[in-house]
């Protein structure tokens, strides 16, 4: 992810610039080493994909012109757009494409998108100078949603001066590092870009302090997946947004089935109601939050998942006196984490508390020394599937013996269907019997906070699965 870097870069300074702060990782511009949404939304940006959702229509092209589906669904066959080109003015071909694709599914490959495409892809091939064609192991009426996403941008890595550059195919191509951060130019010859930035500099800030003192001096246009304290100290600035936009993140309490204290179902639905008092609080969630009942967040299932749903009453949490629970540092506000505590222990729970964030974080959800785990996940693709990374027997819950085996065997039976209603039903019943066992109990939907100066505009996202920074407009 470091092919190609300039340094020592001198920007001049230009009112169609805009900087951005970031909370996560750094910069990548190769999609298999992409880990976290922020990423992702930067790599928007640095690449196109054949295909990308629209608001209004559904689907738009990008380099794809059109694209064809074959009666039984398993046959997915692109028409690569004429004036589709690299960041250097090379034509992308069909082999880029596969070349791209395939990156992900290598042996040795680092992409979190690899199991997605894996489960159901079974090969993609060049069938002319002009098209592709994708080969589904079964009909999957959400592939299009899952090439949409950003980590399915076309790149390829080009010997250039004697080093390796990555060319991408996006709006925006690499400039080089500078003291604002990565740097992104305008590929004017690139056509689906219809905003009016001409470029964007990008860099990690994770300090609150650090990042509310870089938006009041006007050093940084916009800051993106802004810690809560960060959209709450900003709102009362003049010449500031918040962006509370509601988006299908989750925050979920994810029960340690490898503890003996939990193993009892009674135990895990009495925790249960704890929770669903909490939640019945007015000021238990931030105003970005909205109470969640369901393993998925609203606008990933129908309708009929999210009915009906009832805790069962329970009248003792028999042996449970102590609970050791592990809370994601930053995401909750301390008078949220309190108010956990608090409940538990009024019911006569003594807790025992870890708040961490990054590195450490992961290392010890991986250590597995916790009853109870509390974390927000954001899916993949705007589908079930992609939310079943968390779930899977090797992610990094394994240790938690989370009981799985069973789901996953009945989502197979309905993951290959024409008709995605008969999908989405098989779906529904697998999940709501599941969820009845109380192994992960929902908490909340989550808005992801963006602060940005008045200099830009944000459309609203309605349910969009991330931010577009394609979206930024300068006012």
């Known amino acids: 992810d470091s092919i190609g870097i300039v340094k020592n870069l001198v920007i001049q300074s230009s009112n169609r610039n805009i900087n951005i702060i970031v909370t996560t990782e750094d910069v990548v511009l190769i999609p298999t080493t992409a880990k976290s949404y922020q990423q992702f939304q930067i790599l928007d940006l640095f690449l196109d994909t054949l295909v990308a959702k629209d608001p209004e229509f559904g689907y738009m092209s990008r380099l794809a012109s059109n694209w064809v589906v074959s009666e039984n669904g398993k046959e997915y066959a692109f028409t690569i757009d004429g004036n589709a080109a690299f960041h250097d003015g090379s034509a ?17 490959s680092r992409s979190i998108l690899r ?32 090439l949409s996403m950003p980590g399915f941008g076309i790149y390829k890595i080009d010997r250039q001066n004697d080093e390796e550059v990555v060319l991408g195919t996006g709006p925006f191509k690499y400039l080089g590092l500078s003291n604002e951060g990565w740097c992104l130019k305008r590929n004017l010859i690139n056509s689906n ?10 860099r ?13 001096s006007k050093k940084v246009d916009l800051s993106l997946g802004s810690p809560l304290e960060v959209a709450r100290a900003m709102n009362a600035e003049e010449g500031f947004v918040k962006f509370p936009n509601q988006g299908l993140v989750v925050t979920h309490a994810l029960l340690n089935l490898s503890k003996p204290n939990l193993k009892s179902v009674d135990t895990r639905n009495f925790i249960k109601r704890l929770f669903e008092t909490l939640k019945s609080k007015d000021d238990f969630l931030t105003e970005y939050d909205t109470k969640l009942n369901t ?3 609203r606008g ?29 540092k930053g995401i909750f506000l301390k008078k949220t984490k309190k108010m956990i505590v608090e409940e538990l222990n009024k019911n006569g729970i003594e807790v025992h508390s870890k708040s961490l964030k990054g590195k450490e974080y992961l290392e010890e959800i991986l250590e597995s020394n916790f009853d109870i785990l509390i974390a927000p996940y954001q899916g993949v693709f705007p589908d079930p599937d992609g939310f079943l990374e968390m779930l899977d027997p090797n992610s990094i819950l394994k240790n938690m013996k989370i009981p799985v085996a069973k789901l996953f065997k009945e989502l197979k039976n309905f993951r290959f269907k024409k008709e995605k209603g008969e999908r989405l039903s098989g779906y529904t019943k697998a999940f709501k019997d599941w969820e009845n066992n ?5 908490i909340s939907q989550n808005g992801i906070p963006v602060v940005f100066n008045k200099r830009i505009s944000i459309p609203d996202m309605n349910f969009g699965f991330h931010l577009s920074l394609r979206d930024v407009r300068l006012k």
């Open 193 to 202: 870009y219809k905003g009016n930035i001409d470029q964007v500099c990008i």
């Open 295 to 297: 393993f998925f967040p």
């Open 300 to 328: 990933i299932m129908p309708e009929s998942y999210y009915e009906g749903r009832k805790v069962n009453k329970v009248a003792s949490h028999n042996h449970l006196k102590e609970l050791s629970i592990l809370f994601p």
């Open 115 to 146: 199991p997605y495409l894996a489960n159901v892809l079974k090969s993609v091939e060049v069938v002319d100078e002009n098209r592709v064609k994708f080969t589904l192991l079964g009909p999957y009426p959400a592939f299009i949603d899952l």
């Open 438 to 442: 109380s192994y992960i109990i929902p």
């Open 92 to 108: 992308v071909r069909p082999i880029d494409v596969v070349n791209a694709v395939q990156s992900h599914l290598s042996a040795d």
């Open 204 to 216: 990690r800030v994770r300090d609150v302090e650090a990042t509310i003192e870089e938006l009041k």
